[in-house]
């Protein structure tokens, strides 16, 4: 069973900056899309950014400009450089394919963004 294990989060005051990181393991990950989710409190989780396997990224309106998904696939890793951030992207992080595998959510990352 594949595995996707998110890390990177943290307290980031309102304009700063975080790079999240999702380590899969498996043999699939250079021929799946992957995606960034995240869910806030009281909220349903959405889709924030997804990579096709080559590299081409689609994202939501809320992060477009501010935030960066890219893949290295010689390291089974996808990645999220999240700019400018503002209280209203605070949430849990979470990657898994595109579209998400129900059984493939992991713990996610807590991302807080507050002065």
């Known amino acids: 069973q594949v595995q996707l294990v998110e890390s990177g989060g943290g307290l980031v005051q309102p304009g700063g900056s975080l790079r999240l990181s999702c380590a899969a393991s498996g043999r699939i990950f250079s021929i799946v899309a992957m995606g960034w989710y995240r869910q806030a409190p009281g909220k349903q989780r959405e889709l924030v950014a997804h990579i096709s396997p080559r590299g081409s990224t689609t994202y939501a309106d809320s992060v477009r400009g501010r935030f960066t998904i890219s893949r290295d696939n010689a390291k089974n890793t996808v990645y999220l450089q999240m700019n400018s951030l503002k209280p209203e992207d605070t949430a849990v992080y979470y990657c898994?394919?595109?579209?998400?595998?129900?059984?493939?959510w992991g713990q996610g990352t807590q991302v807080t963004v507050s002065s």
């Open positions: 898994n394919y595109y579209p998400a595998s129900t059984g493939s």
